[in-house]
């Protein structure tokens, strides 16, 4: 999945672990990423959380979509701080599951929360090969 996540990678948003119903990425916060106010644009912290929601719950190898999200802002990032995005599997029922996803600084200071809904759909993130 990564080597097809143009956009995370653009970023230089980076996959440190991924495991069942979890993930963190990381991303350090560069100088065009600053809104007027000299702080990180919440749309880069967004994208961040939102990266860590799609590779928690898709860690299960099935292909997984957000049916919804929401963001709160609790802290500034600002340039050179290097952002955590912690994604945490709350509930998975069915097709649909919540994700809990923490983002904080290299200093351990909560930025925002995020909580994402997903919804799975059909295939795989990686083709299993046909049962012999």
Not at 29 to 56: E, K, P, Q
């Amino acid at each position: 999945m990564n080597l097809r996540d143009r956009a995370t990678n653009a970023l230089g948003i980076r996959v440190e672990s991924c495991g069942p119903g979890r993930a963190d990425l990381t991303m350090t916060v560069r100088g065009d990423m600053l809104n007027g106010h000299a702080i990180c644009h919440g749309g880069f912290i967004f994208t961040l959380a939102d990266s860590a929601f799609a590779y928690a719950c898709n860690s299960y190898n099935l292909v997984t979509v957000a049916s919804g999200c929401s963001i709160d802002f609790l802290a500034p990032a600002r340039e050179g701080d290097v952002l955590t995005a912690r994604g945490v599997e709350r509930s998975a029922s069915g097709r649909t599951g919540v994700y809990d996803i923490e983002v904080f600084n290299q200093r351990g200071e909560k930025i925002a929360l995020f909580r994402g809904k997903s919804y799975r759909i059909k295939g795989h993130v990686i083709e299993e090969p046909p049962a012999a």
